[in-house]
């Protein structure tokens, strides 16, 4: 105990003696949880923006109708079951008894419907079954209808998504706001409710428990499915940009809980027995370099095929993660390692010998002719930062004719739109990384698509990896998806809308007297201080 | 006297003016789109259309321009395009840990400065002078987030004095407000202590040449009441002088000192602000600190006239 502990404990001691009996059975500070997330929360709403941090804080406050296991297996969550009647295109879902939204109302099929509508004209997934729904009926209080247009195997599993925007459940009256506005209040039904006269925008961010929030009454905490028991009756995030300041905090025990401290700063709390260093998501995030298909040099399949003998994915995670080889994955192909899709068809080309001399070949062969070409990437965020230097010193001995161009995100997220050429502000490459849950499947693995202009930034156009993506919504099976999964694999590598570079662990800096802990993102319920 | 004060007062008005279309124009020409940020990786060019589009993004510079300025004569500074929160709330939330922060830096750096000042003049050429000008040296040249990190890793983690990061409001008490703000402070006013402490010490040495000092000396005056009541006072023009333009300083410094110890004030909101490109609350940070510039400058005009009788207005 140190000095301001023990006066601390001294006041406290004088002030307990004031409090009820019930108060002793877990000191007031036990039942707080301070926590420094990955950034900061500016937009309230996780349909109108894709921030992660407003999906987790979507997490915090709001409920879905399935949730999703660490299986990636989708499990009814606010739905107590559901009925598929019709040969597959009519599905009703009944929703749980006595679940209440923070503001006192009873949840109803009535704020589900315009939900679930919502969500569909923003989350690709979404707008993907929106193309098959032909009308999201009420039927009672309780029991919403999907009627389709034809049967659409991973209704639940797009209800269940935990990629970006989620289809969470709000309010009617707030679910029924613009998809493209601001809904202007934050009030779900979740185990947490947000504290808004305490909201200061990158500074705190404070959720109270809902006492009446009515958790599933069986099952085992599995990344959003399960039971979700809220142990702590206040959780605070506290922005901290400074790493050093956040670590220090961490040590201090100003905080319980540093989400995203960068690998410097995880060798050195990794020396406090206090805290432990660990993986918040067992699967890892993945990093690609991004062609623009549009324009010289990488408009030619043979120059995107060149810099493959010089890709080292070991070398791009290492400029992420420091060299431990637990914290990263090589061999990696279009989907997040461990998942059920991922595969090592069509992956020759990455794996073996490296080598630049055989890179500046090809480059050759390709009919490479000192074109102009720009990498752009930003400086502020670790990941796509660290990747890109990996990728500037890789076009520099490659020789090629570059123009490497660093801002900050925000330059870079504008930039990147742009459709010009080089030499009218264009840009050529750019890295960056997707969460384990954008690349476990398909559905928001969104810089896999090869629809051209209205793909990704890059705009490829592969028509044949959309088919395949197609089929993958109709699959009937986990061995079809697996199958589809190894062909669309082997026609991005041939094809190249992009070059993996690996994946590597998200890891989290956590005092070890917190326990429970559900493992995928940050996650509040089940953890306990013991 | 009052007169002279409310033509300055209005004065401000065309600055501001200035101000206004400057920031306003160098933000419509910078690179980034708060739309694309906002709508994220997934969204089609046709979703960040629409965003821009309800953010007013998509109208001509002038109607931009016009709107915000007639919003402004009405006291709106508008919404922040992210939080949807009102950028007088958001400035509102933020504003006390800044003055405070500034507040309690400005009392330290002054009231050890001008000592240090007084004394190194004092004593020119020993050892407590060139002491003076060493501390002097190293406070201009040890960046403000270098200090901070030294002051926290002693004074927080090694000592467990003081907290490392944070920010309590006045409201909650004397001692925990203090305590958040004393590390922040003396980081932050390293550089200010340094500077003032330099001018206190070359005015106070051409003061202490003049021959009302030597009558005063004749006279038999005592040392303290020489130094600090005959020739610190004729000193004080030039030193309010710099401690003003320091207020400059300490604005950009606050920015810094903010980040290292987590404090919620006003300069991270313009970093926060800048990188996400929302435009709203830039605007209204950036006139709020012009608007501080201005009025500390006319402060410091008015405090002239009560060191030094012979200037009017």
Redesign the interface.
């Known amino acids: 105990m140190n000095r301001r502990d023990l006066l601390r404990a001294s006041a406290a001691a004088g002030a307990a003696a004031a409090l009820p009996r019930a108060s002793f059975a877990q000191p007031a500070q036990n039942r707080v949880l301070k926590m420094v997330p990955q950034a900061n929360l500016t937009s309230l709403d996780p349909v109108w923006t894709t921030a992660n941090i407003t999906r987790n804080h979507g997490h915090m406050i709001y409920d879905s109708l399935y949730g999703m296991d660490a299986q990636f297996r989708p499990q009814p969550q606010m739905a107590e079951g559901h009925v598929v009647e019709d040969d597959g295109k009519s599905v009703t879902i009944t929703l749980r008894q006595g679940l209440k939204f923070h503001d006192g109302e009873p949840v109803r099929a009535q704020d589900a419907v315009p939900s679930v509508t919502r969500w569909m004209k923003r989350n690709p997934f979404g707008q993907k079954l929106d193309t098959v729904v032909d009308a999201i009926e009420v039927v009672d209080d309780r029991r919403l209808r999907f009627r389709l247009k034809r049967p659409f195997p991973l209704l639940f599993k797009a209800l269940a998504q935990v990629s970006n925007s989620p289809a969470f459940v709000m309010p009617e009256r707030l679910a029924k706001t613009d998809p493209f506005q601001q809904v202007r209040e934050a009030i779900g039904s979740g185990p947490f409710k947000f504290k808004a006269d305490e909201f200061n925008s990158g500074s705190r961010v404070v959720y109270e428990r809902f006492a009446d929030y009515v958790p599933l009454p069986s099952g085992t905490p599995s990344l959003t499915a399960g039971p979700k028991v809220a142990h702590f009756d206040r959780v605070e995030w506290h922005i901290i940009v400074d790493a050093a300041t956040a670590a220090a905090a961490l040590q201090t025990g100003e905080i319980d809980w540093y989400e995203q401290p960068p690998p410097e700063i995880q060798e050195l709390l990794r020396r406090n027995r206090g805290i432990s260093i660990e993986a918040i998501d067992p699967l890892p995030l993945t990093g690609i370099l991004r062609f623009n298909h549009l324009h010289a040099p990488f408009n030619d399949k043979k120059m995107r095929q060149a810099i493959l003998p010089a890709i080292s994915q070991e070398d791009f995670m290492q400029a992420i993660v420091g060299t431990d080889p637990a914290t990263y994955f090589t061999n990696v192909g279009l989907f997040t390692p461990g998942t059920p899709l991922a595969n090592d068809a069509g992956m020759g080309p990455l794996t073996g010998p490296r080598s630049i001399d055989r890179a500046k070949a090809m480059m050759r062969e390709a009919g490479y002719t000192n074109q102009p070409m720009r990498l752009i990437g930003p400086t502020d965020i670790l990941a796509p930062s660290a990747l890109t230097q990996v990728a500037a010193d890789l076009v520099r001995r490659l020789g090629f004719n570059a123009d490497i161009v660093l801002t900050d995100w925000g330059t870079v997220v504008q930039r990147r739109t742009s459709r010009e050429p080089v030499e009218r502000g264009g840009w050529s490459m750019l890295l960056t990384a997707f969460s384990s849950f954008d690349f476990a499947d398909p559905a928001a693995h969104f810089p896999m698509r090869g629809n051209g202009a209205q793909a990704w930034p890059g705009w490829p156009t592969v028509p044949r990896l959309e088919e395949l993506r197609d089929a993958w919504f109709d699959a009937p099976d986990l061995a079809t998806e697996q199958r589809l999964a190894r062909e669309m694999q082997t026609v991005a590598m041939d094809e190249l809308p992009y070059v993996p570079c690996g994946s590597y662990l998200s890891l989290t800096a956590i005092k070890r007297n917190l326990t429970g802990r559900v493992p995928g993102l940050a996650l509040f319920w089940n953890m306990r201080r013991t | 006297m009052f007169a002279y004060v409310v033509r300055r007062i209005l004065a401000t008005i065309p600055v501001m003016a200035v101000v206004a279309l400057f920031v306003f124009s160098l933000l419509y020409v910078a690179?980034?789109?708060?739309a694309?940020?906002?709508?994220?990786?997934?969204?089609?060019?046709d979703?960040?259309e629409?965003?821009r589009q309800?953010l007013g993004l998509d109208r001509p510079y002038l109607v931009r321009f016009g709107a915000w300025v007639f919003d402004i004569m009405r006291g709106d500074l508008g919404v922040?395009i992210?939080?949807?929160?009102p950028v007088v709330t958001?400035i509102q939330?933020?504003i006390e840990p800044t003055l405070s922060l500034m507040v309690v830096t400005l009392i330290l750096a002054v009231s050890i400065a001008v000592p240090m000042g007084v004394v190194a003049a004092w004593k020119v050429g020993t050892w407590m002078d060139r002491a003076v000008m060493g501390f002097a040296v190293l406070g201009f040249s040890v960046p403000v987030f270098v200090v901070g990190?030294l002051l926290?890793?002693v004074f927080?983690?090694e000592l467990?004095?003081l907290?490392?990061?944070?920010?309590t409001p006045f409201s909650q008490g004397f001692v925990p407000w203090f305590e958040n703000l004393i590390l922040p402070a003396i980081a932050l006013g390293s550089v200010y202590i340094a500077l003032i402490a330099r001018i206190t010490r070359a005015t106070m040495l051409e003061v202490l040449q003049q021959d009302y000092i030597r009558t005063a000396r004749a006279k038999g005056a005592g040392q303290p009441s020489i130094l600090f009541l005959h020739a610190l006072k004729n000193a004080a023009v030039p030193i309010v002088t710099v401690i003003g333009i320091g207020i400059a300083l300490l604005i950009g410094g606050a920015v810094v000192t903010e980040?290292?110890?987590?404090i919620?004030g006003l300069g991270?909101?313009t970093v926060?602000a800048i990188?996400?490109?929302?435009y709203p609350v830039i605007q209204g940070v950036v006139l709020l600190f012009s608007f501080v510039y201005v009025l500390v400058n006319l402060v410091i005009d008015l405090l002239y006239t009560l060191f030094d009788p012979r200037i009017r207005y």
């Open positions: 690179p980034g789109d708060p694309a940020v906002i709508a994220g990786d997934q969204a089609t060019p979703d960040v629409r965003i309800s922040s992210f939080t949807n929160l958001m939330q933020r990190y926290a890793y927080a983690l467990d004095w907290p490392v990061q944070g920010y980040s290292v110890f987590a919620p991270r909101l926060d990188l996400r490109r929302d």
